[in-house]
């Protein structure tokens, strides 16, 4: 796993990085102007439920 995520009430893009059952974490440099602050998820393997894991974020957005 890989992304960018966009923390509400922080300038810092933070990056997620994980390999089997390790993931770590940190703050980034500040979002530039031009960029979207979306966050970004990017899941790789093979055979990956992807409507467990669609069903699972959505299950936590507010």
Same mark, same amino acid.
């Given at each position: %796993?890989? +992304?960018?995520?966009? %923390?509400i009430d922080d300038e810092? &893009? *933070?990056?997620?990085?994980?390999?089997? %059952?390790?993931? /770590? $974490?940190? =703050?980034?440099?500040?979002?530039?102007?031009? /960029?979207? =602050?979306?966050? &970004? !998820?990017? *899941?790789? +393997?093979?055979? !990956?439920? $992807?409507?467990? !894991? &669609?069903? $699972? *974020? /959505?299950?936590?957005?507010?």
């Open positions: %796993m890989k +992304g960018i995520i966009s %923390m810092a &893009r *933070f990056v997620v990085q994980g390999v089997h %059952m390790l993931i /770590e $974490g940190a =703050r980034q440099r500040p979002w530039k102007p031009s /960029e979207r =602050r979306d966050s &970004r !998820l990017v *899941f790789m +393997g093979r055979d !990956l439920p $992807g409507d467990i !894991l &669609r069903q $699972g *974020f /959505e299950a936590c957005s507010t």
